[in-house]
């Protein structure tokens, strides 16, 4: 047993998490019943329920996590102030605690020790139970954070978030609430019951994103695409591509994908609110899906009862997929060297718009051509 996990069986109770998580449950499964039996909620309070409900979530996805946690893109104060703000309504800390433990997870992802909210401890921990100890895992170390100390607004909120988080969840329903006449019907809907709904659907991320879905990139970590997840989270289930490329300002990249996150920063972007939105290439995300089928379709071979005449037919299938492969990317390593060049010489732009273009697009669509084969391959050994 490691001196960590010896620090975990014996890490003290950390009561403020504790008492918050008791009080907003508590009170949901109490008064709010009792509250809606006795009393009508008027519209306007659900309206407003609605409205903090997705702008807490979106500064939690569009804030805390893709601009602030992984600077996929960079924003106007116009746009950060608003998410500095309701990201304190969301209650779930300060942006540079909550960028900080992220970047931890993201280095030490699914390691036992060091991931803060590690699926291998289990379902309940990476959900909720990480926040109720005071783990070795998630000790506060703001060094890994720099960057965002030096954004003013972010400091503003580190310094003075508690009076922040009362007053977005307190006085705010209850001022908005007063001006349409259901005070108390904004504060337990667009406050209490909307704080624990947001608390379960950002946990969901780390607990059944981790758990349940797709692994189309990669494997090498636990993340997963979860279409239901991304329903109730603004597009943070596609969690097997973000944790491959995490410098991606979406996770769901394609266009039918539901990823409401994207299309606020892109929207953004369009009116010069936002810039520098960081796109993996389509090549390498081909890549990522195209390796990830041979790894598939050597599995697939390996469990295979074939005739042996047939087996080995597949096999000598595949191993020209993967000489085929491999001429691609050597064709790909050409092509950055003669980017390279071209920036070299100052010829850049024409060359971009150019030569660069058609030869990455017919590499591009060279791999999406090759999955099809591969797949019909893996379909073939089983």
Same mark, same amino acid.
């Given at each position: 047993?490691?001196?960590?996990?010896?620090?975990?069986? +014996?890490?003290? !109770?950390?009561?403020?998490?504790?008492?918050?998580?008791?009080?907003?449950?508590?009170?949901?499964?109490?008064?709010?019943?009792?509250?809606?039996?006795?009393?009508?909620?008027?519209?306007?309070?659900?309206?407003?329920?609605?409205?903090?409900?997705?702008?807490? $979530?979106? /500064?939690?996805?569009?804030?805390? *996590?893709? !601009?602030?946690?992984?600077?996929?893109?960079?924003?106007?104060?116009?746009?950060?102030?608003?998410?500095?703000?309701?990201?304190?309504? /969301?209650?779930?800390?300060?942006?540079?605690?909550?960028?900080?433990?992220?970047?931890?997870?993201?280095?030490?992802?699914?390691?036992?020790? #060091?991931?803060?909210?590690?699926?291998?401890?289990?379902?309940?921990?990476?959900?909720?139970?990480?926040?109720?100890?005071?783990?070795?895992?998630?000790?506060?170390?703001?060094? +890994?954070?720099?960057?965002?100390?030096?954004?003013?607004?972010?400091?503003?909120?580190?310094?003075?978030?508690?009076?922040?988080? #009362?007053?977005?969840?307190?006085?705010?329903?209850?001022?908005?609430?007063?001006?349409?006449?259901?005070?108390?019907?904004?504060?337990?809907? $667009?406050?209490?019951?909307?704080?624990?709904?947001? *608390?379960?659907?950002?946990?969901?991320?780390?607990?059944?994103?981790?758990?349940?879905?797709?692994?189309?990139?990669?494997?090498?970590?636990?993340?997963?695409?979860?279409?239901?997840?991304?329903?109730?989270?603004?597009?943070?289930?596609? *969690?097997?591509?973000? *944790?491959?490329?995490?410098?991606?300002?979406?996770?769901?990249?394609?266009?039918?994908?539901?990823?409401?996150?994207?299309?606020?920063?892109?929207?953004?972007?369009?009116?010069?609110?936002?810039? +520098?939105?960081?796109?993996?290439?389509?090549?390498?995300?081909?890549?990522?899906?195209?390796?990830?089928?041979?790894?598939?379709?050597?599995? $697939?071979?390996?469990?295979?009862?074939?005739?042996?005449?047939? &087996?080995?037919?597949?096999?000598?299938? &595949?191993?020209?997929?993967?000489?085929?492969?491999?001429?691609?990317?050597?064709?790909?390593?050409?092509?950055?060297?003669?980017?390279?060049?071209?920036?070299?010489?100052?010829?850049?732009?024409?060359?971009?718009?150019?030569?660069?273009?058609?030869?990455?697009?017919?590499?591009?669509?060279?791999?999406?051509?090759?999955?099809?084969?591969?797949? &019909?391959?893996?379909?073939?050994?089983?």
């Amino acid at each position: 047993m490691t001196d960590v996990v010896r620090g975990f069986a +014996n890490s003290p !109770l950390n009561w403020p998490a504790i008492i918050m998580f008791g009080l907003t449950h508590g009170l949901v499964l109490t008064l709010l019943p009792w509250y809606a039996l006795t009393h009508d909620f008027s519209l306007a309070a659900w309206i407003g329920a609605a409205f903090f409900m997705g702008a807490t $979530g979106m /500064s939690i996805t569009a804030g805390y *996590h893709r !601009l602030w946690s992984h600077r996929a893109y960079e924003a106007h104060w116009l746009v950060r102030l608003p998410l500095m703000l309701f990201g304190a309504m /969301s209650l779930q800390n300060s942006t540079l605690i909550w960028a900080s433990l992220h970047r931890v997870h993201h280095k030490n992802v699914d390691h036992v020790d #060091l991931d803060p909210y590690s699926i291998r401890r289990g379902f309940w921990f990476a959900h909720m139970g990480w926040m109720l100890r005071d783990y070795p895992s998630a000790e506060l170390d703001l060094s +890994n954070v720099r960057d965002l100390e030096k954004d003013p607004l972010l400091a503003f909120q580190h310094k003075h978030y508690l009076g922040l988080a #009362l007053f977005m969840n307190i006085g705010m329903p209850l001022l908005v609430g007063a001006a349409f006449g259901d005070a108390w019907g904004f504060l337990l809907l $667009g406050g209490l019951l909307r704080i624990v709904l947001n *608390h379960h659907f950002t946990f969901f991320i780390n607990s059944a994103a981790h758990w349940w879905g797709r692994r189309p990139y990669t494997i090498e970590n636990s993340a997963r695409d979860n279409d239901l997840i991304s329903l109730v989270t603004f597009g943070e289930g596609y *969690h097997n591509y973000h *944790h491959l490329f995490q410098w991606d300002y979406r996770n769901g990249i394609r266009w039918w994908q539901f990823d409401p996150t994207k299309w606020l920063i892109y929207g953004c972007s369009t009116l010069g609110l936002a810039w +520098n939105l960081k796109r993996v290439p389509e090549f390498l995300v081909q890549r990522a899906m195209l390796e990830r089928q041979f790894a598939e379709a050597r599995l $697939g071979l390996e469990g295979c009862n074939h005739h042996p005449t047939r &087996l080995q037919a597949l096999q000598t299938l &595949l191993q020209h997929e993967v000489e085929a492969f491999g001429a691609i990317m050597g064709e790909w390593r050409a092509l950055q060297t003669d980017r390279f060049e071209a920036a070299r010489k100052q010829i850049a732009d024409t060359w971009e718009n150019s030569e660069v273009r058609r030869r990455l697009a017919h590499l591009e669509e060279s791999l999406r051509m090759q999955r099809k084969r591969v797949r &019909l391959l893996r379909l073939q050994s089983v």
